[in-house]
């Protein structure tokens, strides 16, 4: 096997990983090219694309397939109402509680959890792919960071809340986690779990 190519092979899968996983978090399509000008689409509805890419990468590896293709995302009707969540819902939700010491832990936007640098809105799918390609503090991918949010940037269950900026909250989860897609397709602004609570109160 050629070491080069295999080589090759890897830092791309490494590269591109990122914007196929978002896809599939999205339930988005992806454009495939290769390096004669063909285009064609990977379909997500019920299948991984993230599989798919593998197999198209593993297939280079092997011989079988003599290029590497390009992946883009399709945006589709739901991208600007993912976005508008995923921005909303990471500038006011706030996750506290308990460590395993028993140390309370205040109450931190996700980005101050996560270990990631302050939150700044983003306008559009290609700011939202350069986002997800950012490292935290801990040397993690944005993306997988925020697979599964929980108490100061573990897994573990926290005080999820939404903070109206209006001396209110919107109690999400008394005890609980938040995953990735939640943060894009969740309007946690208007949830019905509890609303209205004073920031602070009970």
Known sequence: MDKKRKDRARK???????TVTLADTLGM????????GNTWVINGDNTSLLDTVTQDITDYISGEKQI????KIIENKNIQKYIYNFND????IRISGENGAGIPIPPKTISEGEGMEEFEEIKNLDELVVY???VTK???YYLYALSLVGLDGSGLNGRITFEMGDGTENV??????????????????TY???RGVKVGGE
């Open 138 to 140: 801990n040397g993690e």
């Open 132 to 134: 997800m390609n950012k």
């Open 89 to 92: 819902n990471m500038k006011n």
């Open 192 to 194: 019905e779990y509890q």
């Open 68 to 71: 590497l293709y390009n992946y």
């Open 172 to 189: 999400i989860h008394e005890s609980g986690t938040i995953g990735i897609r939640e943060l894009f397709t969740m309007t946690y602004r």
């Open 29 to 36: 399509d992806l454009e495939c090219s290769d390096n004669k």
């Open 12 to 18: 791309y899968y490494e590269e591109i990983s990122i």
